[in-house]
């Protein structure tokens, strides 16, 4: 990987009086009633990249998506909560833009001072910042680059995306990568060059197709590989395991016995599992063998024994990263295997990652302390796709 231009790079140069276009990954959970904010953590995590510039004198004119609107204005994507939480935390109003690359927005951004700060609304209310077609892409990033002077792309949580905003706007402007993006990719390259060893890697989440590609990549890399969340089921149907209704990819079994057959020990698996009879909060559970598992009950989280099992191989680590939760954390009921497993990991003596996404997530529901973590990613496909080898579109485009 070629170095990085950096946030401190384009500050050295001066950025008083200058429009800087951030790129900011604010695609934060809201309340499906409320429309409350739930978790500000991915806005907190861009504010020293904020801070600076706006200390520095700077326009600064922050765009993001939110969910997945289908490429036109969508009322329950707006990131207008979002303005406000982002005003709270700087301590300064942010001034909002009703649209994206509108009236709204040229007019909000032409009454910026030095030291203020704007947001666009939804990128994703313009079909142009996801489309496959270059052309149209392109279209759309000549009038989000027609708002900055220099751009910086602190969205870590969406560098693996070919979009506008992450790839097509820099090749438009000097471009940097902010303090976030720097951050993560100093701490992965640290996972894929020469971790410390023993390294141990935690998986969890619902299916192991999502996680395929970085198992195949960490294999030959690490020395245990802990398999936990709905994807340990098909693992365990690969052992001839009976499974009862628990989440199962058939497709998968015959390469999750390859997988085993060629892991030479390293992955271990569940060995007691909690049983629900249905997938509810208040469902009748129990903790049963593996391989006692009731045909006419579903897996929702790992048991105790597995829980001490993971945690004297985490104990042993120097290196660790953890994605995926190891069982339905959102219900009180089966949240004990992914708060065991996250406390093992805040006690090991290692330096440790968390995987961004469901696991950042559950870090903060379960109330666990932050600091307690190495590092709290915050791009769960980002972070996996890093660790497979992949070429990262938004880091690709900083590189040049």
């Known amino acids: 990987m070629s170095a990085l231009r950096t946030l401190d790079d384009l500050l050295a140069e001066g950025v008083s009086g200058r429009r800087v276009l951030v790129r900011a990954d604010l695609n934060v959970p809201l309340d499906k009633q409320s429309g409350a904010i739930t978790d500000d953590g991915r806005i907190r995590a861009v504010l020293p990249t904020l801070g600076a510039l706006v200390e520095a004198g700077a326009k600064v004119v922050v765009c993001s998506h939110l969910g997945r609107p289908k490429g036109a204005p969508d009322p329950q994507f707006s990131l207008s909560p979002v303005a406000d939480r982002l005003g709270e935390l700087l301590g300064a109003p942010v001034h909002f833009a009703t649209d994206t690359v509108g009236d709204s927005a040229r007019s909000t951004v032409a009454d910026l001072a030095d030291g203020q700060v704007a947001l666009l609304e939804n990128l994703r209310f313009n079909a142009g910042e996801t489309s496959k077609d270059e052309a149209e892409r392109g279209a759309f990033a000549d009038q989000l680059a027609a708002f900055g002077d220099a751009y910086v792309d602190d969205a870590f949580g969406a560098v693996h995306r070919k979009h506008a905003s992450v790839y097509d706007v820099p090749a438009r402007l000097p471009h940097v990568a902010g303090r976030l ?217 900083l590189e040049n």
């Open 181 to 397: 993006v720097l951050r993560e990719v100093e701490v992965l390259s640290k996972l894929t060059s020469e971790p410390e060893r023993p390294y141990v890697v935690v998986l969890g989440g619902s299916k192991v197709s999502d996680k395929l590609a970085v198992i195949e990549a960490l294999l030959p890399t690490v020395d245990r590989l802990l398999i936990g969340g709905g994807m340990c089921f098909t693992f365990l149907k690969a052992q001839g395991l009976e499974v009862g209704t628990s989440l199962l990819e058939k497709d998968m079994v015959e390469t999750c016995r390859n997988l085993l057959e060629r892991a030479d020990g390293k992955i271990l698996l569940p060995v007691d599992v909690v049983v629900a009879d249905a997938f509810a909060p208040d469902a009748a559970h129990d903790t049963v063998r593996v391989d006692g598992i009731p045909s006419h009950r579903l897996g929702l989280d790992i048991g105790p024994e597995t829980v001490a099992g993971f945690a004297a191989a985490l104990s042993q680590a120097k290196t660790i990263f953890w994605n995926g939760p190891m069982g339905v954390f959102e219900m009180a009921a089966f949240a004990a295997g992914t708060r065991g497993i996250a406390e093992a990991i805040t006690k090991a003596d290692a330096f440790s990652v968390v995987g961004g996404g469901d696991s950042a997530a559950a870090v903060r529901a379960l109330g666990l302390d932050e600091s307690s973590f190495g590092h709290i990613s915050t791009g769960g496909g980002a972070s996996l796709e890093y660790l497979e080898g992949k070429t990262l579109p938004g880091i690709a485009a």
